[in-house]
């Protein structure tokens, strides 16, 4: 069973920076479409960054130049770099794995909170 396992969330001032980091087994992580998504509290489940098994980006415009996705196949591991934080960046924070299948794997999430 593929379980995706975050860690790096917490609470951070406005302008600071964090870096997330999504971990998994069970799969041949480098075939994979890896993704960045968070929820905000009355909000719908978004696209923050992406990364293709050959190393393409997708950002959403909200953290472009802010935040950066990044994959280290080695160690089954994509990161999402963040900085400049701001507090509408408070979500919760999940990872996607999607299989060369189309098979999606979600993380249970990680918590982020911006204070002003």
């Known amino acids: 069973q593929v379980q995706p396992v975050e860690s790096g969330g917490g609470s951070v001032q406005a302008g600071g920076s964090l870096r997330l980091s999504c971990a998994a087994s069970?799969?041949?992580?480098?075939?994979?479409?890896m993704g960045w998504y968070r929820q905000a509290p009355g909000k719908q489940r978004e696209l923050v960054a992406s990364?293709?098994?050959?190393?393409?980006?997708n950002y959403a415009d909200s953290v472009k130049g802010r935040f950066t996705i990044s994959r280290d196949n080695a160690k089954n591991t994509v990161y999402l770099q963040m900085n400049s934080l701001k507090p509408e960046d408070t979500a919760v924070y999940y990872c996607?794995?999607?299989?060369?299948?189309?098979?999606?794997?979600w993380g249970k999430g990680t918590l982020l909170t911006v204070s002003s």
């Open positions: 996607l794995i999607r299989s060369p299948y189309g098979v999606n794997y």
């Open positions: 069970g799969v041949i992580f480098s075939l994979n479409y």
């Open positions: 990364i293709t098994s050959g190393g393409s980006t």
